[in-house]
């Protein structure tokens, strides 16, 4: 996984562990399963927030693991030209060369470790593909994208990219170095990521050591979800009173492992676990995690296919708009086709 990554963690900034005395652990209300499908011209996704109620994922609305696979020479896809209104995507590249373009004449590349945001905002056409080349050439092609719901007085915002670089994610490690810590938007203990947001949130990626634990803060009015990239763990804290979840009883970790998500309940506090080595798959051992939450928007979510909006009467002035060509035109491209394909 050539996210970035340290020749030597220790020298990295250390992310205590919250005091269990004033720091609620949140526990894990539910653990669910991604299924697997097709987007774009096909290539293979797991659907992360499948079966998840929108009010857990507040303020967020949709999240797909894009591969991993090994593409052949010639097998490499992306996605046409397809129109977003009223939120944001966020495309985590982990492995491989995705392309992007849009109708403003915006866009660009990224890679390993790299970060694309991009607020749709009041509209925009946009094409996400690989590189030619690649297409040529095949590949390794892992990444993912999150959708980000924006609210009711910005979703007209204007459109707008942000290219996070992986060199400037902000990076930090557990007391023991047996975790690292990406923070790619938002904060975390202190240390603040590069992205910007319209809606309050946080979004790390972290990598566990085979039998490491990551125990971190977490902001109270955030909602908090876990998403396993690859490896075998747990996610909670053990407890044996109430203090520890806010129920009487306490409760115990979840197993969780590649493709799971997990949502955690209330709390100032997120543990997360990796099975030891010789529990882990032999060829990623370590626990590779996307934690992230935010605050909700508590606003009514009308979404139809790429549009996010309060209302149905917004969604139908959205196709609308799209259909009338409101939303931008799809510019003219050197060895484009010239014929049209028949819908």
């Known amino acids: 996984m050539p996210a970035i990554t340290v020749d030597d963690i220790t020298i990295l900034p250390r992310i205590a562990a919250p005091d269990p005395a004033i720091a609620r652990q949140r526990p894990v209300t539910r653990v669910t399963t991604a ?16 079966g998840v109620d929108l009010a857990d994922l507040d303020p967020f609305i949709h999240l797909d693991q894009m591969g991993e696979v090994e593409y052949a ?3 490499p896809k992306g996605t046409p030209w397809h129109p977003h209104r009223g939120f944001e995507t966020v495309t985590y590249m982990i492995d491989g060369v995705f392309e992007h373009a849009d109708s403003n004449g915006g866009g660009g ?23 030619e080349w690649l297409v040529m050439k095949g590949g390794l092609f892992h990444g993912f994208q999150l959708w980000v719901n924006l609210p009711a007085a910005q979703k007209f915002s204007t459109p707008r990219y942000q290219d996070i670089r992986a060199s400037e994610v902000a990076l930090a490690s557990t007391p023991d170095g047996g975790a690292l810590i990406r923070v790619i938007a938002g904060e975390l203990a202190g240390h603040a990521g590069p992205g910007s947001t319209y809606s309050p949130m946080t979004l790390i990626h972290a990598t566990l050591s085979p039998g490491a634990r990551l125990s971190i803060p977490w902001r109270a009015d955030y909602n908090a979800l876990a998403y396993v990239m690859s490896g075998f763990g747990t996610a909670g804290a053990a407890a044996s009173t109430g203090r520890g979840f806010g129920e009487a009883g306490g409760s115990a970790p979840a197993a969780i492992q590649t493709g799971q998500l997990a949502v955690f309940g209330g709390g100032e506090a997120i543990t997360i676990s990796a099975l030891p080595l010789g529990r882990q798959e032999s060829r990623s051992p ?44 799809i510019p003219a491209i050197h060895g484009a086709p010239t014929t049209i394909q028949e819908g």
Do not use: C
């Open 109 to 131: 590349v990224i890679t390993n470790g790299d970060t694309q945001w991009m607020t749709a905002g009041a509209g925009i056409l946009h094409i996400e593909k690989p590189p």
């Open 286 to 329: 370590n626990l590779d995690v996307l934690i992230l939450g935010g605050r909700p928007i508590r606003e009514p979510v009308a979404w139809m296919g790429p549009f996010v909006m309060n209302s149905r009467e917004e969604l139908m002035q959205a196709v609308a708009d799209y259909q009338a060509g409101r939303l931008g035109a």
């Open 35 to 50: 299924p697997k499908g097709y987007e774009g011209e096909g290539f293979p996704v797991r659907r992360a927030f499948a």
């Open 73 to 75: 020479p010639g097998e």
